[in-house]
């Protein structure tokens, strides 16, 4: 005579299988709340670096000629004004060291500032001939590793006055891209008033504006080359169809319509550079 088999009643269980997924939501929720978030980026100030912006008058006379450079031309200038820019060196050292090597061997002294986009950011530090305004990088400056480490891309350009290393909006000649020894030290600086998201992600931010956000203004309210729509489609054409010279007038688009330059610049050697400009 056969029994049928049923299942035991849930009370006499074992103790083990009853709570085995208890235990398990439980040890899910407790390892997820015991895991720590990761620490905020560093953005202590480890340098200051002062940069003056000027306006030359001279620099588009009729009667120049190809040697001269922005040090010749540009003796008299008009003042804009100085900026102090604190650096994060333990967020970014690299990336910082060689900024600085840039400013302390005068590579961005007497260049341009090439670019202007009112309400976003301006551009400086274009590399090229220096007869043209354009940067000479020191031949034993370190390659840049930061430059796809993800780390390195954490802080957001939320405001003006953000210092940042120039990637995605990056114009430097292709041929001067090619060459083995490059290393981008383009620069941008953020004007305000808003964010700029749009460079999120894509550029390396090491700091900001200490002293001199009414240089940014002043650099940010200049009038600049804009061109009218029929050229933009021109360009555009002529840029599917391969034309280099696309990208080369591409070049002199948001070009400040006066010449503003790097009059000066150099490290500021204080005991603690953390601490606020009017403090060192």
């Avoid at 000629?65 to 004004?81: K, M, Q, R, W």
Wanted: hydrophobic fraction near 35%.
């Amino acid at each position: 005579m056969s029994f049928p088999l049923t299942p035991p009643p849930p009370h006499l269980l074992p103790s083990s299988a009853a709570f085995t997924r208890r235990s398990l939501l439980l040890s899910t929720s407790l390892s997820t709340i015991t895991s720590p978030p990761p620490p905020p980026p560093d953005t202590t100030v480890t340098d200051r670096i002062y940069m003056d912006f000027s306006i030359c008058p001279a620099y588009n006379k009729p009667d120049r000629t190809v040697s001269d450079t922005v040090a010749t031309l540009c003796t008299e200038p008009f003042p804009i004004g100085r900026l102090v820019l604190g650096l994060y060196g333990h967020l970014v050292p690299t990336t910082v060291s060689n900024f600085k090597s840039m400013v302390n061997s005068y590579a961005y002294k007497n260049t341009l500032v090439h670019k202007v986009l009112p309400g976003q950011f301006f551009l400086a530090g274009r590399q090229g001939r220096r007869e043209l305004g354009e940067v000479r990088p020191p031949a034993d400056l370190p390659r840049n590793v930061e430059a796809v480490d993800p780390k390195a891309f954490r802080l957001a350009h939320s405001k003006g006055g953000v210092l940042s290393l120039c990637l995605s909006e990056n114009d430097d000649e292709d041929d001067v891209k090619l060459d083995p020894n490059y290393r981008n030290v383009e620069f941008l600086i953020t004007t305000g008033p808003g964010p700029c998201p749009e460079l999120d992600g894509k550029n390396i931010v090491f700091g900001h504006v200490l002293e001199g956000l009414d240089v940014v203004t002043a650099i940010s309210s200049l009038p600049t080359y804009k061109p009218g729509e029929r050229i933009r489609q021109f360009n555009d054409f002529a840029e599917f169809l391969g034309d280099e010279r696309a990208q080369n007038a591409r070049s002199s688009w948001n070009r400040p319509l006066k010449t503003v330059f790097i009059s000066d610049c150099g490290e500021l050697r204080v005991t603690k550079p953390s601490l606020s400009p009017s403090l060192p």
